[in-house]
């Protein structure tokens, strides 16, 4: 908690009495929302205290502070994940000092594979649930801060936020928008045949190597979570191809203007 509150203040001291009702977390290929921010502040992660460093190439490295539709949002221009070699407890740090900076929501984004045969890549999915299981570590083992010992996980994401960015969706003829569930899994490398074939069987419809933990810790601050995963890739074992990052990244930036339409739009209404 000590570690918490020194990158807080930090913030703060920069940031004065800016206070950000949503929180956001941009996945891989998915920073064009940053361009829609009436940026007030930018806060490079390296300045803050305690504050991992995002090692991904694709993930700059900022926190910006400003308005979006009017909104105060707080936005993580990059996040970190397990396989750069941090605890699930410093990947999720970040979503414990956006909650003592005051959000009262958060979003999340991220690019993943698709295992469902209905979807296409760049096509979106908002998640309606997920599976932890498959994760080498849990964020909320050890000393219990900031929430509930035990928090339950029946609404990981928030049910009104759901209905409200399909709605959103139709409104604007959006099409290949889905709902599902996404599966984390540690990585850094990517399934193989049979992994894509497990993972499907227990239910999930797309997988990544994000995101579930910074759920699993604003769920217990009981913050409202609102999360949507661009397909950017299909991983049908039956006809899986080899993975390109230029392929992956390219869905993402196709997709991106829908996804970003959505968030923008569903701050709006909230």
């Known amino acids: 908690m000590v570690q918490i509150n020194e990158a807080t203040n930090y913030i703060q001291s920069i940031i004065g009495d800016f206070r950000p009702q949503f929180g956001i977390i941009l996945g891989t290929g998915l920073g064009k929302l940053t361009t829609e921010i009436e940026v007030e502040y930018t806060i490079n992660y390296e300045d803050i205290p305690h504050f991992p460093i995002a090692t991904v ?5 900022k926190l910006l502070f400003g308005k979006l539709k009017g909104k105060n949002v707080v936005c993580m221009q990059g996040r970190f994940h397990y396989y750069e070699g941090y605890s699930m407890q410093q990947v999720t740090f970040p979503v414990r000092v956006m909650k003592m900076l005051g959000i009262e929501r958060l979003i999340v984004s991220n690019a993943a594979g698709g295992m469902n045969p209905s979807f296409s890549e760049s096509d979106l999915m908002i998640i309606e649930d997920h599976i932890a299981l498959f994760l080498p570590e849990n964020p909320l083992v050890g000393p ?9 996980m029946s609404e990981p994401y928030d049910l009104e936020m759901i209905e409200k960015a399909k709605l959103i969706a139709t409104q604007n003829d959006i099409e290949g928008v889905h709902t599902g569930t996404y599966v984390s899994v540690s990585g850094p490398q990517l399934e193989t ?6 993972l499907r069987m227990v239910g999930a419809d797309a997988v990544g190597m994000s995101t579930v933990p910074e759920v699993i810790v604003a769920r217990q601050m009981d913050l409202p979570v609102f999360g949507i995963s661009v397909i950017t890739d299909m991983c049908i074992p039956e ?3 080899k993975a390109e990052i230029e392929k992956i990244l390219a869905s993402a930036y196709r997709a991106e203007p829908n996804m970003t339409l959505i968030i923008k739009e569903l701050i709006a209404g909230l």
């Open 57 to 61: 190439e694709f993930h700059t490295g």
């Open 144 to 152: 219990n801060i900031m929430g509930d010992r035990f928090p339950d």
């Open 193 to 198: 045949k049979a992994e894509y074939k497990l």
């Open 239 to 241: 006809t899986l191809k």
